[in-house]
Protein backbone atom coordinates (compact mmCIF):
# COMPACT_ATOMS: atom_id res chain seq x y z
CA UNK A 1 0.00 0.00 0.00
CA UNK A 2 1.62 3.70 -0.66
CA UNK A 3 1.71 6.23 1.59
CA UNK A 4 -1.37 8.17 0.08
CA UNK A 5 -3.57 4.71 0.68
CA UNK A 6 -2.34 4.61 4.23
CA UNK A 7 -3.72 8.16 4.64
CA UNK A 8 -6.75 7.82 3.60
CA UNK A 9 -7.39 4.09 5.20
CA UNK A 10 -10.11 3.97 7.95
CA UNK A 11 -8.66 4.17 11.31
CA UNK A 12 -9.98 0.83 12.54
CA UNK A 13 -7.74 -0.74 9.64
CA UNK A 14 -4.66 1.80 10.56
CA UNK A 15 -5.38 -0.06 14.01
CA UNK A 16 -5.02 -3.55 12.81
CA UNK A 17 -2.15 -2.77 10.37
CA UNK A 18 -0.31 -1.61 13.47
CA UNK A 19 -1.60 -4.96 15.05
CA UNK A 20 -0.48 -7.08 12.44
CA UNK A 21 3.27 -4.83 12.21
CA UNK A 22 2.82 -4.26 8.68
CA UNK A 23 3.18 -0.39 9.89
CA UNK A 24 4.39 0.93 12.53
CA UNK A 25 2.81 4.56 14.49
CA UNK A 26 6.17 6.42 13.74
CA UNK A 27 5.80 5.38 9.83
CA UNK A 28 2.18 6.88 9.91
CA UNK A 29 2.88 9.98 11.64
CA UNK A 30 5.40 10.72 9.48
CA UNK A 31 3.22 10.40 6.28
CA UNK A 32 0.27 12.01 7.88
CA UNK A 33 3.21 15.05 9.18
CA UNK A 34 4.71 15.13 5.93
CA UNK A 35 1.28 16.08 4.31
CA UNK A 36 0.38 18.69 6.78
CA UNK A 37 3.90 20.19 5.99
CA UNK A 38 2.34 19.87 2.36
CA UNK A 39 -0.94 20.90 2.32
CA UNK A 40 -1.93 22.38 5.31
CA UNK A 41 -0.94 26.33 3.77
CA UNK A 42 -3.45 25.62 1.06
CA UNK A 43 -6.40 24.04 3.76
CA UNK A 44 -5.46 26.23 7.54
CA UNK A 45 -7.13 23.37 8.70
CA UNK A 46 -4.02 23.21 11.53
CA UNK A 47 -3.69 26.01 13.71
CA UNK A 48 -0.98 23.75 15.82
CA UNK A 49 0.93 20.89 14.06
CA UNK A 50 2.68 19.06 17.40
CA UNK A 51 5.50 17.53 15.25
CA UNK A 52 7.81 16.95 18.09
CA UNK A 53 5.50 15.38 20.32
CA UNK A 54 3.94 13.33 18.21
CA UNK A 55 7.11 11.81 16.70
CA UNK A 56 8.20 11.14 20.12
CA UNK A 57 4.69 9.23 21.25
CA UNK A 58 4.76 7.52 17.94
CA UNK A 59 8.98 6.58 18.71
CA UNK A 60 7.81 5.30 22.07
CA UNK A 61 4.43 3.40 20.71
CA UNK A 62 6.61 1.67 18.27
CA UNK A 63 8.99 0.26 20.42
CA UNK A 64 6.47 -0.86 22.47
CA UNK A 65 4.77 -2.62 19.77
CA UNK A 66 7.85 -4.75 19.38
CA UNK A 67 7.44 -6.14 23.04
CA UNK A 68 4.02 -5.80 23.54
CA UNK A 69 0.45 -7.86 22.49
CA UNK A 70 -1.82 -6.15 24.68
CA UNK A 71 -2.63 -3.13 22.96
CA UNK A 72 -5.54 -0.39 23.35
CA UNK A 73 -8.01 0.12 20.42
CA UNK A 74 -6.38 2.49 18.49
CA UNK A 75 -3.12 2.20 19.81
CA UNK A 76 -0.80 4.01 17.19
CA UNK A 77 -3.78 5.71 15.18
CA UNK A 78 -2.85 9.58 14.52
CA UNK A 79 -5.51 11.63 15.43
CA UNK A 80 -6.58 15.36 15.52
CA UNK A 81 -7.88 17.04 18.57
CA UNK A 82 -9.83 20.33 17.70
CA UNK A 83 -8.86 23.79 19.60
CA UNK A 84 -11.30 24.28 21.27
CA UNK A 85 -9.98 21.40 23.41
CA UNK A 86 -7.70 21.65 26.15
CA UNK A 87 -4.67 19.23 25.81
CA UNK A 88 -1.60 19.92 28.26
CA UNK A 89 1.35 21.70 27.39
CA UNK A 90 -0.32 22.79 23.74
CA UNK A 91 -1.44 26.43 23.58
CA UNK A 92 -5.55 26.36 23.26
CA UNK A 93 -6.72 29.29 21.12
CA UNK A 94 -10.65 29.51 20.66
CA UNK A 95 -10.05 30.54 17.48
CA UNK A 96 -8.57 33.89 18.55
CA UNK A 97 -5.16 35.27 18.17
CA UNK A 98 -4.63 36.82 21.74
CA UNK A 99 -4.44 33.73 23.04
CA UNK A 100 -1.79 31.88 21.33
CA UNK A 101 0.30 31.72 24.55
CA UNK A 102 -2.22 30.12 26.05
CA UNK A 103 -0.66 27.08 27.17
CA UNK A 104 -3.24 25.05 29.68
CA UNK A 105 -1.96 22.51 31.81
CA UNK A 106 -4.47 19.59 31.74
CA UNK A 107 -6.13 18.06 29.53
CA UNK A 108 -9.94 17.23 28.68
CA UNK A 109 -11.52 14.54 29.75
CA UNK A 110 -12.41 13.25 26.01
CA UNK A 111 -8.41 13.93 24.95
CA UNK A 112 -8.05 11.84 27.97
CA UNK A 113 -9.84 9.15 26.39
CA UNK A 114 -8.44 9.46 23.44
CA UNK A 115 -4.44 9.31 24.66
CA UNK A 116 -5.94 6.34 27.12
CA UNK A 117 -7.10 4.73 23.66
CA UNK A 118 -3.77 4.48 22.02
CA UNK A 119 -3.94 7.32 19.72
CA UNK A 120 -1.47 10.02 18.85
CA UNK A 121 -2.18 13.39 18.79
CA UNK A 122 -1.02 15.32 15.66
CA UNK A 123 -2.38 18.73 16.38
CA UNK A 124 -5.10 21.24 17.11
CA UNK A 125 -7.15 22.08 14.50
CA UNK A 126 -8.78 25.54 12.77
CA UNK A 127 -12.26 26.50 14.37
CA UNK A 128 -14.49 29.51 13.99
CA UNK A 129 -13.73 32.24 16.97
CA UNK A 130 -15.02 30.56 20.15
CA UNK A 131 -16.54 28.08 17.82
CA UNK A 132 -19.43 30.25 17.08
CA UNK A 133 -20.17 30.39 13.28
CA UNK A 134 -20.52 27.90 10.48
CA UNK A 135 -17.12 28.81 8.58
CA UNK A 136 -13.51 28.99 10.12
CA UNK A 137 -12.22 32.44 8.96
CA UNK A 138 -11.04 33.73 12.55
CA UNK A 139 -8.38 36.70 12.43
CA UNK A 140 -5.17 36.30 12.74
CA UNK A 141 -5.29 32.54 11.41
CA UNK A 142 -5.10 31.75 7.59
CA UNK A 143 -8.79 30.82 6.32
CA UNK A 144 -9.71 27.28 6.56
CA UNK A 145 -10.65 26.10 3.54
CA UNK A 146 -12.58 23.12 1.51
CA UNK A 147 -10.50 20.43 0.03
CA UNK A 148 -12.11 19.71 -2.76
CA UNK A 149 -13.00 23.42 -3.41
CA UNK A 150 -10.39 25.81 -1.92
CA UNK A 151 -12.70 28.93 -3.26
CA UNK A 152 -15.46 27.34 -0.37
CA UNK A 153 -15.46 26.78 3.06
CA UNK A 154 -15.13 23.50 4.92
CA UNK A 155 -17.82 24.66 7.60
CA UNK A 156 -17.39 25.64 10.94
CA UNK A 157 -16.38 25.45 13.72
CA UNK A 158 -15.35 21.93 13.39
CA UNK A 159 -14.40 23.29 9.78
CA UNK A 160 -10.58 22.34 10.56
CA UNK A 161 -11.18 18.81 11.50
CA UNK A 162 -13.06 18.14 8.91
CA UNK A 163 -10.71 19.22 6.14
CA UNK A 164 -7.85 17.83 7.54
CA UNK A 165 -9.89 14.41 7.50
CA UNK A 166 -11.29 14.90 4.31
CA UNK A 167 -7.67 15.75 2.72
CA UNK A 168 -5.83 13.10 4.09
CA UNK A 169 -3.88 14.76 7.25
CA UNK A 170 -5.60 12.87 9.77
CA UNK A 171 -7.16 9.29 9.92
CA UNK A 172 -9.83 10.77 12.25
CA UNK A 173 -10.90 13.42 14.33
CA UNK A 174 -12.34 15.17 17.46
CA UNK A 175 -14.67 17.80 16.75
CA UNK A 176 -17.61 19.65 19.12
CA UNK A 177 -21.04 20.34 18.04
CA UNK A 178 -23.17 22.96 19.47
CA UNK A 179 -25.79 24.48 16.78
CA UNK A 180 -24.28 22.07 13.84
CA UNK A 181 -20.38 22.07 14.21
CA UNK A 182 -19.70 18.83 13.59
CA UNK A 183 -22.55 17.85 11.16
CA UNK A 184 -21.95 21.03 9.28
CA UNK A 185 -18.38 20.80 8.42
CA UNK A 186 -18.61 16.96 7.96
CA UNK A 187 -21.46 17.69 5.38
CA UNK A 188 -19.10 20.81 3.63
CA UNK A 189 -16.60 18.21 3.47
CA UNK A 190 -17.86 14.82 2.63
CA UNK A 191 -17.13 12.64 6.02
CA UNK A 192 -19.31 11.38 8.28
CA UNK A 193 -19.78 13.25 11.93
CA UNK A 194 -21.84 12.25 15.03
CA UNK A 195 -23.73 14.59 17.31
CA UNK A 196 -24.09 12.45 20.23
CA UNK A 197 -27.25 12.45 22.68
CA UNK A 198 -26.61 14.61 25.74
CA UNK A 199 -25.02 13.18 28.69
CA UNK A 200 -23.07 10.51 26.38
CA UNK A 201 -19.76 12.53 26.10
CA UNK A 202 -18.61 14.03 29.30
CA UNK A 203 -17.37 18.22 29.31
CA UNK A 204 -14.66 17.43 32.32
CA UNK A 205 -13.22 19.03 33.14
CA UNK A 206 -15.23 22.12 32.89
CA UNK A 207 -19.24 21.94 33.80
CA UNK A 208 -22.02 22.02 31.76
CA UNK A 209 -21.72 23.98 28.68
CA UNK A 210 -25.02 26.09 27.29
CA UNK A 211 -27.40 24.28 29.47
CA UNK A 212 -26.55 20.83 27.65
CA UNK A 213 -26.86 22.04 24.05
CA UNK A 214 -23.03 21.57 22.99
CA UNK A 215 -20.94 18.12 22.98
CA UNK A 216 -17.83 16.67 21.88
CA UNK A 217 -18.19 13.75 18.92
CA UNK A 218 -16.14 12.46 16.03
CA UNK A 219 -15.56 12.81 12.42
CA UNK A 220 -14.57 9.99 10.59
CA UNK A 221 -14.15 8.36 6.89
CA UNK A 222 -16.90 5.73 7.59
CA UNK A 223 -19.20 4.86 9.30
CA UNK A 224 -17.66 2.17 11.64
CA UNK A 225 -14.79 4.75 11.93
CA UNK A 226 -17.36 7.23 13.90
CA UNK A 227 -18.85 4.79 16.01
CA UNK A 228 -15.57 3.07 17.42
CA UNK A 229 -14.68 6.92 18.18
CA UNK A 230 -17.77 7.48 19.93
CA UNK A 231 -17.20 4.24 21.63
CA UNK A 232 -13.83 5.66 22.77
CA UNK A 233 -14.90 9.25 23.63
CA UNK A 234 -18.49 7.78 25.59
CA UNK A 235 -18.72 7.75 29.73
CA UNK A 236 -19.32 9.21 32.69
CA UNK A 237 -16.68 11.12 34.05
CA UNK A 238 -16.87 11.43 38.14
CA UNK A 239 -18.95 15.25 38.73
CA UNK A 240 -20.67 15.18 35.22
CA UNK A 241 -24.40 17.08 35.57
CA UNK A 242 -25.68 13.85 33.22
CA UNK A 243 -24.81 11.00 31.25
CA UNK A 244 -25.77 7.90 29.99
CA UNK A 245 -25.31 4.07 29.86
CA UNK A 246 -22.88 2.81 28.12
CA UNK A 247 -24.56 0.82 25.08
CA UNK A 248 -24.37 -2.49 24.96
CA UNK A 249 -22.32 -4.41 23.37
CA UNK A 250 -21.02 -1.08 21.78
CA UNK A 251 -21.68 1.45 19.12
CA UNK A 252 -19.28 -0.37 16.72
CA UNK A 253 -21.29 -3.36 17.28
CA UNK A 254 -24.27 -1.48 15.67
CA UNK A 255 -22.56 -1.46 12.50
CA UNK A 256 -23.33 -5.55 12.21
CA UNK A 257 -26.83 -5.32 13.48
CA UNK A 258 -29.74 -6.53 11.42
CA UNK A 259 -32.16 -3.84 10.85
CA UNK A 260 -36.08 -4.61 11.02
CA UNK A 261 -38.54 -1.79 9.33
CA UNK A 262 -37.92 1.38 10.87
CA UNK A 263 -40.31 4.23 10.64
CA UNK A 264 -38.83 7.37 8.73
CA UNK A 265 -40.08 10.58 8.78
CA UNK A 266 -38.53 13.47 6.36
CA UNK A 267 -38.17 17.31 5.18
CA UNK A 268 -36.93 19.80 3.34
CA UNK A 269 -38.32 22.39 4.66
CA UNK A 270 -37.56 23.75 8.14
CA UNK A 271 -40.45 26.65 9.73
CA UNK A 272 -39.89 29.36 9.98
CA UNK A 273 -36.55 29.70 8.51
CA UNK A 274 -36.86 28.56 4.59
CA UNK A 275 -36.49 25.06 2.90
CA UNK A 276 -33.61 23.09 0.94
CA UNK A 277 -32.20 24.42 -2.01
CA UNK A 278 -32.43 22.02 -4.90
CA UNK A 279 -28.63 20.24 -4.04
CA UNK A 280 -29.90 19.58 -0.44
CA UNK A 281 -33.48 18.66 -1.77
CA UNK A 282 -31.98 15.96 -4.09
CA UNK A 283 -29.67 14.48 -1.02
CA UNK A 284 -33.11 14.15 0.94
CA UNK A 285 -35.10 12.55 -1.21
CA UNK A 286 -32.29 10.34 -2.87
CA UNK A 287 -31.57 8.89 0.59
CA UNK A 288 -35.04 8.91 1.64
CA UNK A 289 -36.25 6.68 -1.58
CA UNK A 290 -32.92 4.36 -1.04
CA UNK A 291 -34.64 4.05 2.98
CA UNK A 292 -37.88 2.81 1.44
CA UNK A 293 -35.75 0.52 -1.12
CA UNK A 294 -33.86 -0.73 2.06
CA UNK A 295 -37.93 -1.91 3.37
CA UNK A 296 -38.30 1.14 5.60
CA UNK A 297 -41.78 3.17 6.28
CA UNK A 298 -40.92 6.33 4.57
CA UNK A 299 -43.23 9.64 5.36
CA UNK A 300 -43.21 13.32 5.10
CA UNK A 301 -43.63 14.86 7.97
CA UNK A 302 -41.36 16.83 10.54
CA UNK A 303 -42.08 18.43 13.69
CA UNK A 304 -42.79 22.56 14.66
CA UNK A 305 -39.40 23.81 15.07
CA UNK A 306 -40.84 27.42 14.90
CA UNK A 307 -40.91 28.15 19.09
CA UNK A 308 -36.93 27.11 19.25
CA UNK A 309 -35.78 29.87 16.98
CA UNK A 310 -35.61 33.13 20.06
CA UNK A 311 -34.87 31.00 23.09
CA UNK A 312 -32.12 29.29 21.33
CA UNK A 313 -30.32 32.67 19.98
CA UNK A 314 -30.02 33.49 23.31
CA UNK A 315 -28.72 30.91 24.92
CA UNK A 316 -25.89 30.68 22.06
CA UNK A 317 -25.26 34.05 22.35
CA UNK A 318 -24.89 34.26 26.19
CA UNK A 319 -21.94 31.82 25.62
CA UNK A 320 -19.65 35.01 23.85
CA UNK A 321 -19.91 36.45 27.11
CA UNK A 322 -19.12 33.64 29.25
CA UNK A 323 -16.33 32.91 27.65
CA UNK A 324 -14.26 36.03 29.23
CA UNK A 325 -12.90 37.39 26.84
CA UNK A 326 -12.83 41.42 26.16
CA UNK A 327 -14.87 42.34 23.36
CA UNK A 328 -12.12 44.44 22.20
CA UNK A 329 -10.59 41.61 20.58
CA UNK A 330 -13.52 39.98 19.36
CA UNK A 331 -14.50 39.74 15.87
CA UNK A 332 -17.34 41.83 14.92
CA UNK A 333 -20.16 39.11 14.96
CA UNK A 334 -18.73 38.23 18.38
CA UNK A 335 -18.55 41.66 19.70
CA UNK A 336 -22.50 42.19 18.26
CA UNK A 337 -23.61 39.21 20.10
CA UNK A 338 -21.74 39.83 23.18
CA UNK A 339 -23.57 43.30 23.37
CA UNK A 340 -26.79 41.39 22.81
CA UNK A 341 -26.38 39.27 25.79
CA UNK A 342 -29.22 40.00 28.26
CA UNK A 343 -29.50 39.29 32.38
CA UNK A 344 -29.19 36.13 33.86
CA UNK A 345 -33.17 35.75 34.16
CA UNK A 346 -33.48 36.37 30.71
CA UNK A 347 -30.62 33.71 30.02
CA UNK A 348 -32.86 31.57 32.20
CA UNK A 349 -35.80 32.11 30.65
CA UNK A 350 -35.09 31.06 27.55
CA UNK A 351 -33.34 28.04 28.65
CA UNK A 352 -36.82 27.11 30.00
CA UNK A 353 -38.88 28.27 26.51
CA UNK A 354 -36.02 26.24 24.91
CA UNK A 355 -36.69 22.86 27.00
CA UNK A 356 -40.13 23.29 26.77
CA UNK A 357 -40.44 23.42 22.87
CA UNK A 358 -37.90 20.27 23.03
CA UNK A 359 -40.19 18.29 24.98
CA UNK A 360 -42.55 18.70 22.15
CA UNK A 361 -40.76 17.98 19.43
CA UNK A 362 -39.37 14.69 20.94
CA UNK A 363 -42.77 13.44 21.71
CA UNK A 364 -42.92 13.63 18.18
CA UNK A 365 -40.30 10.84 18.18
CA UNK A 366 -43.12 8.23 19.96
CA UNK A 367 -43.99 7.23 16.45
CA UNK A 368 -40.88 7.84 14.48
CA UNK A 369 -37.89 5.88 14.50
CA UNK A 370 -35.39 8.55 12.91
CA UNK A 371 -35.85 11.76 10.86
CA UNK A 372 -34.03 12.54 7.86
CA UNK A 373 -33.26 16.34 7.36
CA UNK A 374 -30.84 18.16 5.11
CA UNK A 375 -27.83 19.61 7.26
CA UNK A 376 -28.17 22.67 6.45
CA UNK A 377 -30.26 24.68 3.86
CA UNK A 378 -28.04 25.33 1.01
CA UNK A 379 -24.16 24.19 -0.34
CA UNK A 380 -21.13 25.32 1.00
CA UNK A 381 -20.70 29.69 1.26
CA UNK A 382 -17.04 31.22 -0.55
CA UNK A 383 -14.55 31.84 2.04
CA UNK A 384 -15.02 35.22 3.10
CA UNK A 385 -18.56 35.32 1.03
CA UNK A 386 -20.71 37.57 3.79
CA UNK A 387 -17.11 39.40 5.09
CA UNK A 388 -18.61 42.87 3.81
CA UNK A 389 -21.87 42.44 5.95
CA UNK A 390 -22.93 43.71 8.62
CA UNK A 391 -22.56 41.46 12.11
CA UNK A 392 -26.66 41.70 12.08
CA UNK A 393 -26.99 40.60 8.48
CA UNK A 394 -24.34 37.73 8.96
CA UNK A 395 -26.28 36.22 11.84
CA UNK A 396 -29.62 36.09 10.38
CA UNK A 397 -27.64 34.46 7.16
CA UNK A 398 -26.29 31.93 9.70
CA UNK A 399 -29.39 31.57 11.37
CA UNK A 400 -31.18 31.02 7.73
CA UNK A 401 -27.93 28.45 6.68
CA UNK A 402 -27.90 25.56 9.83
CA UNK A 403 -31.40 25.89 10.30
CA UNK A 404 -31.72 22.13 10.44
CA UNK A 405 -29.13 21.30 12.59
CA UNK A 406 -30.30 23.41 16.01
CA UNK A 407 -33.13 21.28 17.18
CA UNK A 408 -31.38 18.44 17.86
CA UNK A 409 -28.85 20.09 19.89
CA UNK A 410 -32.05 22.13 21.82
CA UNK A 411 -33.27 18.23 22.33
CA UNK A 412 -30.24 16.77 23.43
CA UNK A 413 -31.05 14.21 20.17
CA UNK A 414 -28.20 12.18 18.25
CA UNK A 415 -28.01 13.31 14.91
CA UNK A 416 -25.42 11.73 12.39
CA UNK A 417 -24.31 13.77 8.85
CA UNK A 418 -23.57 11.62 5.98
CA UNK A 419 -22.25 12.43 2.49
CA UNK A 420 -24.83 11.26 -0.17
CA UNK A 421 -23.15 12.83 -3.64
CA UNK A 422 -21.92 15.91 -5.34
CA UNK A 423 -23.15 19.39 -6.28
CA UNK A 424 -21.81 21.20 -9.61
CA UNK A 425 -19.23 22.85 -8.01
CA UNK A 426 -17.33 19.69 -6.64
CA UNK A 427 -18.28 19.89 -3.30
CA UNK A 428 -20.19 16.92 -1.08
CA UNK A 429 -24.26 16.66 -0.30
CA UNK A 430 -25.39 15.34 2.57
CA UNK A 431 -27.84 14.85 4.90
CA UNK A 432 -28.60 14.39 8.72
CA UNK A 433 -30.17 11.67 10.58
CA UNK A 434 -32.15 12.42 13.81
CA UNK A 435 -32.72 9.42 16.33
CA UNK A 436 -34.48 9.18 19.34
CA UNK A 437 -33.15 10.66 22.60
CA UNK A 438 -30.23 8.13 23.57
CA UNK A 439 -30.47 5.92 20.02
CA UNK A 440 -27.35 6.50 18.65
CA UNK A 441 -27.20 2.52 17.91
CA UNK A 442 -30.06 3.08 15.19
CA UNK A 443 -28.50 5.98 13.51
CA UNK A 444 -25.27 3.86 13.58
CA UNK A 445 -27.11 0.85 11.93
CA UNK A 446 -29.31 3.18 9.63
CA UNK A 447 -26.52 4.92 8.40
CA UNK A 448 -24.07 1.10 7.81
CA UNK A 449 -26.76 0.33 5.72
CA UNK A 450 -27.03 3.58 3.55
CA UNK A 451 -23.14 3.49 3.54
CA UNK A 452 -23.48 0.29 2.11
CA UNK A 453 -25.82 0.82 -0.59
CA UNK A 454 -23.80 4.35 -1.35
CA UNK A 455 -20.54 3.62 -0.88
CA UNK A 456 -18.23 7.35 -0.61
CA UNK A 457 -15.08 5.87 0.88
CA UNK A 458 -13.52 5.97 -2.62
CA UNK A 459 -14.14 9.73 -3.43
CA UNK A 460 -10.98 11.75 -2.67
CA UNK A 461 -10.36 15.25 -3.15
CA UNK A 462 -7.73 15.74 -6.06
CA UNK A 463 -5.70 18.20 -4.21
CA UNK A 464 -4.86 15.54 -1.80
CA UNK A 465 -3.76 12.90 -3.94
Excluded at 162 to 191: E, T
Amino acid sequence: MNETDLAFTPALELAQLIRRREVSPLELVNIYLERIERLNPQLGSYFTVMADLAIADAQAKTEILATTRELPAFFGVPISIKDLNAVAGVPCTYGNPALLNNILNYDDGVVTQIKQAGFVLLGKTATSELGSFPYSEPTGFPPARNPWNLDYTPGGSSGGAAASLAAGLCAIAQGSDGGGSIRGPAACCGVVGIKPSRGRVTNAPVGDRLSGIATNGPLARTVADAAALLDTISGYFPGDPYWLPDPQPSFLAATQKQLGELRIAFSTIIPPLGEADANCEQGVLQTVKLLEQLGHQVEEKCPDFSGLVEPFQIVWQAGVGAAGIPAEVLQPVNRFLLARSGSAAEYLQAVAQMQMVARQIVAFFNNVDVLVLPVYLHSPIRVGEWASLSPEETFQNIINWVAPCPPANATGQPAIALPVGFDSNGLPISVQLVGKPGAEETLISVATQLEAANPWLQHRPALAT
